[in-house]
């Protein structure tokens, strides 16, 4: 489905949220990636065979991360 330069990661791939955006809705909390994941605002994603997967990332302030 990615025809770029430097493909994106599949969408088996633990880093397929790094794929580029083929159609942002931030208006509806979700972008359609190259690889066929619908990616959340809430970073939950919907694979290109049904799967969804949860929320699975962590955000925490540099100043924490850093001690």
């Given at each position: ?14 880093q397929r949220d790094l794929a ?29 065979d049904g799967r ?16």
């Amino acid at each position: 489905m990615c025809s770029h330069v430097a493909p994106c990661p599949d969408s088996a791939s633990d880093q397929r949220d790094l794929a580029a955006v083929v159609s942002s809705h931030p208006e509806q909390g979700w972008s359609l990636l190259c690889n066929g994941v619908v990616l959340f605002d809430d970073d939950g994603e919907l694979l290109p065979d049904g799967r969804a997967v949860a929320h699975h990332r962590d955000w925490r302030a540099p100043e924490l991360v850093a001690r």
